[in-house]
C-alpha cells in the first residue's frame, strides 16, 4: 500500500504540466490578427469551471470531488492536469503501527499537498487564459468599431456614390430610351440599402453583445466568432457588390461617352446635312438661273441666226439686183442719150437680121425715087424702128434674168409665192 501511494505521488509528480509546455506559454504572447481571431474556446470553457476545493495537509483526507464538481469542464481539467477523476478513497491504517501509520497520512498529504499545487496552478494558467481571452475580446471589440466604422464609411461613400449613379441615370432617362434597364438598377439599389440597414442592425445588436463580454465571455465567444465570421463574409459581399457596382458604373459611363458621342456626331451629320442642302438649295436656284440663262442665250442665239440668214438672204438678193441692175440697167438710158448716129453706128454692129436689112434698104430708095422730101422722115421712122427692135431685146434679156433672179430668191425662201416675188421686184423696178 505504501509501495502503490508513493508509486502514485511520485509519478504525478513527475507527470508534465501540459500548460507549462512552451506551446501553451507561447500562446498568450503570440499575436493575433483581427481579420482570424484564433481563440482556444476549450480554455474559455476551462475558465469558466470553478475552481476545485482543495483540502489542507493537515486535514484529514476526503474525496477530491465532490458530487457537485462532477461537470464536464472539471473533468477535462483534471485530465489535462494528469489527476485522477475518480474519488480517492483515504488510506487504511487499521492494524498498523502508530510510526507506520504516521509515514503512510504523510504520504497522503504530501500527494494531496502536490494535488493542490497543481490544481492551484491550472487556476492560474486558467484565469491567465481567461484575461488573455478577455484581452482579445476587448481588442476583437475594437476591431469590430474600426471594421464597422470603416463600414460606415464605405457605406456613406456608396451612398453617395448611389446619388451620383441616380442623377445619372436619371438624365439618360430623360435623353435615352432605356428606362428598364434604370429601374432594374435602382430595384437592386434599393435592396443593397436594405442590406445595408440590415448591416447597421446586425451592428448594433453585437455592440449590444458586446457590452455584456464581462459578464459571459465564455457563452458570447463563440457568438462573436460566428458574428464575426458572419460579418467577414458580408464584407467580401460587399466588395463584391462594390466591384460589380462600380464595373456596372464604368459600362454606364462608358454608355454615357458613346452616347455622348453619338450625339455629338449626329449633331455633326445634321449640320453638314443642313450645310449640304443649303448648297443643294443654292445650286438648284443656280441652276435655275442658269436654264433661265440658257433658254435666254438660245432665244437670242436663235434670233441672231434668223437675223444672219435674214441678212444673208437680203445680201443675196441684193446681190442678186445688183448683178442684174449692172447687166440691164444703164442700156437703156445710155440708148436714150446716144443720137441717132451714134446709135446707127452701133445699131449697124449688133443688128444681124439681113433680111429687115434689105427691106429698110429697099424702103429708102422707093421713098428716094418716088418722093424724096419724105426720105428724112423714113429715116426718123427707120431709126425709131431699130430703137424699139433694140429696146425690145435689152427688154427680153432682162426678162429672162428677172425670170432668173426670181427663181433663184424663190428657191431661198420657199414659202413666198412667185406671183408676190415678182410683183415686188417689178415695184422695185418701177420705183
Sequence with gaps: MNEEVSTRAQSNHDRPDDHSSPKHRNSGNSYVPVS??????????????????????????????????????????????????????????????????????????????????????????????????????????????????????QIENMKLANVGLRSKVRALENRTSLPQVFEQYEQELRSLHTQVQQLQERNVALELRASGVGIGVNASSIDIK????????????????????????????????????????????????????????????????????????????????MYLASLDNEKKKASILDRFVEKHGDRMTKLRQHDACSLGAKGESWRRDQYTRECEDKLLAA?????????????????RLEMQELSLREFSEREVDFINMLVELVSDQPGVSLKQMIEQEMMKLQT
Design 36 to 153: 482570424k481571431p484564433e481563440v482556444d474556446y476549450a480554455e474559455l470553457e476551462e475558465m469558466a469551471s470553478p475552481p476545485l476545493p482543495l483540502a489542507s495537509p493537515i486535514s484529514p483526507p476526503y474525496p477530491l470531488l465532490s458530487s457537485t464538481m462532477t461537470g464536464n469542464h472539471t473533468l477535462k481539467a483534471f485530465k489535462k492536469a494528469g489527476l485522477p477523476t475518480s474519488m480517492l478513497s483515504p488510506p487504511n491504517v487499521e492494524g498498523l503501527d502508530v510510526n507506520t501509520a504516521q509515514k503512510i497520512q504523510a504520504a497522503d498529504a504530501t500527494l494531496l499537498r502536490k494535488n493542490y499545487e497543481a490544481l492551484l496552478s491550472i487556476v492560474r494558467e486558467q484565469q491567465q487564459a481567461k484575461e488573455l481571452a478577455e484581452s482579445r475580446a476587448t481588442e476583437a471589440l475594437h476591431d469590430q468599431e474600426e471594421q464597422r466604422a470603416m463600414f460606415e464609411v
Design 226 to 305: 460566428k458574428k464575426y465570421q458572419q460579418i467577414v463574409e458580408e464584407k467580401l459581399a460587399l466588395e463584391r457588390e462594390v466591384v460589380e457596382y462600380r464595373k456596372k458604373e464604368s459600362d454606364l459611363n462608358n454608355r454615357e461617352e458613346d452616347l455622348v458621342a453619338a450625339r455629338l456626331c449626329k449633331q455633326r451629320l445634321s449640320a453638314e446635312m443642313n450645310q449640304a442642302l443649303e448648297k443643294a438649295d443654292q445650286l438648284h436656284h443656280e441652276n435655275e438661273k442658269l436654264l433661265q440663262e440658257k433658254a435666254a442665250t438660245a432665244e437670242e442665239l436663235l434670233a441672231t441666226r
Design 367 to 383: 421713098v428716094k425715087r418716088s418722093l424724096p422730101q419724105a426720105v428724112p422722115l423714113c429715116n426718123k421712122l427707120l431709126r
